[in-house]
C-alpha cells in the first residue's frame, strides 16, 4: 500500500501529542524525560526508508530558515510561560540569587566555549564566537522540568527560581554575542566596528527589549484587568469553576476561551515591538510577561494565562523534539571529532558547572544547592535559534562542525540532565538544599516546604 510520508508525519505527531498528556507525568517519576524519548522515536522514525524528508541545516538554507523560524516560536511560547509562572515580587534583593548567573556565569561560558573552539576545533574567531555564544544560555524550553510550577501553586523553591529566571535573561547577554559573531566575519583586528557593537546590540538592544517589555505588559495588564476581566472570578472560590453537573461553568468558559488571546497577542506584541526597534524581543517577551504577572497578583487570571500558554508550548514542542530526532537521523553530526564531542561534554560537566557555582559563592544556598544551580544549566532549542539565525545572517565557515557539537550538546544534555534533573532535586528537597539559608529580608514567613501567602510590600504574595 502506498502512503505519502507527510501522512505518516500526521500520524507521528498526532500520537505524539495525545501520549505527552500523561507521558511526561509518568516519565517524571523514572530515570527518563518526554524529551529523551520523544527524540529517540523521532530518530528511528526518520532513519526507516521511509522517504522522509531528511531535516539538515548544513546542507540545505531552507531547512535553517525554518529552524530559525519554529525555535524562534517555541522559545517565545517558553518564555512566556516561565514569566507569568515567577511569583516573587521583582526586587532587586528578591532577584539578587540571579544577577551573578547572567555576569559571571554566562561570560565565563561564552570565553570559554569560544577558546576552546578556536584552540581546540581550529574555528575561526568568529565562528568560535559564535559558537560560545550558541551554548552559553541556559534553555528556557526543555529546562521545563527544573522550573518553577504553574502561578499560585510553586512552594519557595530558590533552585527553581534561579534556574527558571536564568533562562528567562540570559538572552539578553547570548544575543549580543551572536551579533559580535556576525559583525567579525571578515574582519582581522579591533576596530571602531566592536564600539559600534558595544553600543548598539549590548547596551542599545538590552535597554530596549527591557522597556518595551515592561510597557507592553504594563499596558496589557491594564487593557485586561481595567477591563474587568477578573469580574466573577474573585468572588468564585477553588472548586467554583464547574457547575451542579461537574461542566465548567460559563463564567470559567468565557474566561479561559477569551484571554488567553490576549495573553499571547500581548506576548507577540512585545516581541515584534522591540525587535522593530532592534531591542531584544525575547528578554522583551520575558519582562512582559513578568510585569503582568506582578499586576493584580492574587488574581486566577494568571494560573489561566499560564496554562493557554502552557499548551501551546508543549504542541509545538512536540514537533520541535521529533525533528531534532529527525536532523540527528539526517547526518547533522556527521562532521562531529572526539574533540568536538569532548568540548560540549565540558561544557556540561565542568564549564558550566565552574561558571555557575563561581557566580552562586556568595548565595545563601547551602553547597549542595549551588551545586545543582551549578550543574542543571539545560541546553536545547535556543541554541538550535542562535546557531540557526547566525547562519541565516552571515557566512560562516565550519558550518557542519558548528552544527554537530551544537547538537551533540544538545543530546547529551537531554540525556544527561533528562536522566539526573528529577533524582537530583528530589534528594536536594530532600535535605532542604532548595532553600536559602536564613530569611530572606523580604520574603519573611515561608518557610522552607510551605507554601503560604506572605505581606509583601503591601500585597499577598506567594513565595
Same mark, same amino acid.
Given at each position: 500500500?502506498?502512503?505519502?510520508?507527510?501522512?505518516?508525519?500526521?500520524?507521528?505527531?498526532?500520537?505524539?501529542?495525545?501520549?505527552?498528556? $500523561?507521558?511526561?507525568?509518568?516519565?517524571?517519576?523514572?530515570?527518563?524525560?518526554?524529551? &529523551?524519548?520523544?527524540?529517540?522515536?523521532?530518530?528511528?522514525?526518520?532513519?526507516?526508508?521511509?522517504? #522522509?524528508?531528511?531535516?539538515?541545516?548544513?546542507?540545505?538554507?531552507?531547512?535553517?530558515?525554518?529552524?530559525?523560524?519554529?525555535?524562534? =516560536?517555541?522559545?517565545?511560547?517558553?518564555?512566556?510561560?516561565?514569566?507569568?509562572?515567577?511569583?516573587?515580587?521583582?526586587?532587586?534583593? *528578591?532577584?539578587?540569587?540571579?544577577?551573578?548567573?547572567?555576569?559571571?556565569?554566562?561570560?565565563?561560558?561564552?570565553?570559554?566555549?569560544?577558546?576552546? @573552539?578556536?584552540?581546540?576545533?581550529?574555528?575561526?574567531?568568529?565562528? !568560535?564566537?559564535?559558537?560560545? %555564544?550558541? &551554548?552559553?544560555?541556559?534553555?528556557?524550553? +526543555?529546562?521545563?522540568?527544573?522550573?518553577?510550577?504553574?502561578?499560585?501553586?510553586?512552594?519557595?523553591? /530558590?533552585?527553581?527560581?534561579? +534556574?527558571?529566571?536564568?533562562?528567562? +535573561?540570559?538572552?539578553? +547577554?547570548?544575543?549580543?554575542?551572536?551579533?559580535?559573531?556576525?559583525?567579525?566575519?571578515?574582519?582581522?583586528?579591533?576596530?571602531?566596528?566592536?564600539?559600534?557593537?558595544? !553600543? #548598539?546590540?549590548?547596551?542599545?538592544?538590552?535597554?530596549?527589549?527591557?522597556?518595551?517589555?515592561?510597557?507592553?505588559?504594563?499596558?496589557?495588564?491594564?487593557?485586561?484587568?481595567?477591563?474587568?476581566?477578573?469580574? @466573577?472570578?474573585?468572588?468564585?472560590?477553588?472548586? /467554583? /469553576?464547574?457547575?451542579?453537573?461537574?461542566?465548567?461553568?460559563?463564567?470559567?468558559?468565557?474566561?479561559?476561551?477569551?484571554?488567553?488571546?490576549?495573553?499571547?497577542?500581548?506576548?507577540?506584541?512585545?516581541?515584534?515591538?522591540?525587535?522593530?526597534?532592534?531591542?531584544?524581543?525575547?528578554? !522583551?517577551?520575558?519582562?512582559?510577561?513578568?510585569? %503582568?504577572?506582578?499586576?493584580?497578583?492574587?488574581?486566577?487570571?494568571?494560573?489561566?494565562?499560564?496554562?493557554?500558554?502552557?499548551?501551546?508550548?508543549?504542541?509545538?514542542?512536540?514537533?520541535?523534539?521529533?525533528?531534532?530526532?529527525?536532523?540527528?537521523?539526517?547526518?547533522?553530526?556527521?562532521?562531529?571529532?572526539?574533540?568536538?564531542?569532548?568540548?560540549?561534554?565540558?561544557?556540561?560537566?565542568?564549564?558550566?558547572?565552574?561558571?555557575?557555582?563561581?557566580?552562586?559563592?556568595?548565595? *545563601?544556598?547551602?553547597?549542595?544547592?549551588?551545586?545543582?544551580?551549578? =550543574?542543571?544549566?539545560?541546553?536545547?532549542?535556543?541554541?538550535?535559534?542562535? #546557531?540557526?539565525?547566525?547562519?541565516?545572517?552571515?557566512?560562516?565557515?565550519?558550518? /557542519?562542525?558548528?552544527?554537530?557539537?551544537?547538537?551533540?550538546?544538545?543530546?547529551?544534555?537531554?540525556?544527561?540532565? $533528562?536522566? #539526573?534533573? %528529577?533524582?537530583?532535586?528530589?534528594?536536594?528537597?530532600?535535605? $532542604?538544599?532548595?532553600?536559602?539559608?536564613?530569611?530572606?529580608?523580604?520574603?519573611?514567613?515561608?518557610?522552607? @516546604?510551605?507554601?503560604?501567602?506572605?505581606?509583601?510590600? @503591601?500585597?499577598?504574595?506567594?513565595?
Amino acid at each position: 500500500m502506498d502512503f505519502e510520508p507527510r501522512i505518516l508525519l500526521f500520524v507521528l505527531f498526532g500520537l505524539g501529542l495525545i501520549a505527552a498528556v $500523561g507521558l511526561e507525568r509518568w516519565l517524571s517519576r523514572k530515570y527518563l524525560s518526554l524529551p &529523551l524519548l520523544y527524540v529517540g522515536i523521532g530518530w528511528a522514525v526518520f532513519s526507516l526508508p521511509l522517504g #522522509l524528508p531528511r531535516i539538515n541545516p548544513t546542507a540545505s538554507q531552507f531547512d535553517a530558515i525554518t529552524l530559525e523560524y519554529v525555535t524562534e =516560536f517555541i522559545v517565545i511560547a517558553s518564555l512566556a510561560g516561565a514569566g507569568i509562572a515567577i511569583d516573587r515580587p521583582v526586587s532587586w534583593k *528578591n532577584w539578587a540569587q540571579i544577577w551573578p548567573l547572567l555576569v559571571i556565569a554566562m561570560p565565563v561560558t561564552i570565553v570559554a566555549v569560544a577558546v576552546l @573552539g578556536w584552540w581546540g576545533l581550529g574555528l575561526a574567531p568568529a565562528s !568560535a564566537i559564535l559558537l560560545g %555564544a550558541v &551554548l552559553a544560555p541556559t534553555d528556557p524550553v +526543555l529546562a521545563r522540568s527544573v522550573q518553577v510550577g504553574p502561578p499560585g501553586e510553586s512552594e519557595r523553591h /530558590d533552585i527553581r527560581f534561579s +534556574l527558571t529566571v536564568e533562562a528567562g +535573561l540570559n538572552d539578553g +547577554l547570548a544575543f549580543p554575542f551572536t551579533y559580535l559573531a556576525i559583525a567579525a566575519v571578515g574582519m582581522t583586528a579591533v576596530g571602531g566596528w566592536t564600539l559600534e557593537w558595544f !553600543a #548598539l546590540d549590548f547596551v542599545w538592544r538590552i535597554v530596549a527589549g527591557i522597556a518595551m517589555g515592561w510597557a507592553v505588559g504594563r499596558a496589557g495588564a491594564w487593557y485586561v484587568f481595567e477591563r474587568k476581566a477578573d469580574a @466573577g472570578m474573585a468572588e468564585m472560590g477553588e472548586d /467554583d /469553576d464547574v457547575d451542579e453537573d461537574g461542566h465548567p461553568s460559563s463564567v470559567a468558559l468565557k474566561y479561559s476561551t477569551s484571554e488567553g488571546l490576549v495573553v499571547l497577542g500581548t506576548l507577540l506584541l512585545a516581541y515584534g515591538a522591540a525587535e522593530l526597534v532592534e531591542g531584544y524581543g525575547f528578554l !522583551a517577551v520575558f519582562v512582559g510577561a513578568v510585569t %503582568a504577572r506582578q499586576r493584580e497578583n492574587a488574581s486566577r487570571y494568571h494560573k489561566i494565562s499560564h496554562h493557554f500558554i502552557d499548551q501551546i508550548e508543549k504542541i509545538v514542542l512536540v514537533g520541535v523534539l521529533f525533528a531534532f530526532g529527525g536532523m540527528l537521523a539526517s547526518g547533522v553530526l556527521d562532521a562531529l571529532t572526539w574533540p568536538g564531542a569532548l568540548l560540549a561534554l565540558a561544557l556540561i560537566f565542568i564549564i558550566r558547572p565552574i561558571g555557575g557555582f563561581l557566580a552562586e559563592l556568595n548565595c *545563601n544556598l547551602p553547597w549542595h544547592g549551588k551545586l545543582t544551580v551549578a =550543574f542543571l544549566g539545560i541546553r536545547g532549542m535556543g541554541s538550535v535559534y542562535y #546557531l540557526a539565525y547566525g547562519q541565516n545572517h552571515a557566512t560562516f565557515s565550519d558550518l /557542519d562542525v558548528l552544527w554537530a557539537v551544537t547538537a551533540f550538546a544538545i543530546l547529551a544534555s537531554i540525556v544527561i540532565h $533528562g536522566v #539526573l534533573s %528529577a533524582p537530583l532535586m528530589r534528594m536536594i528537597e530532600g535535605r $532542604g538544599g532548595h532553600i536559602h539559608r536564613g530569611q530572606h529580608p523580604t520574603l519573611e514567613g515561608l518557610s522552607p @516546604g510551605v507554601r503560604r501567602p506572605v505581606k509583601v510590600e @503591601g500585597r499577598q504574595e506567594q513565595g
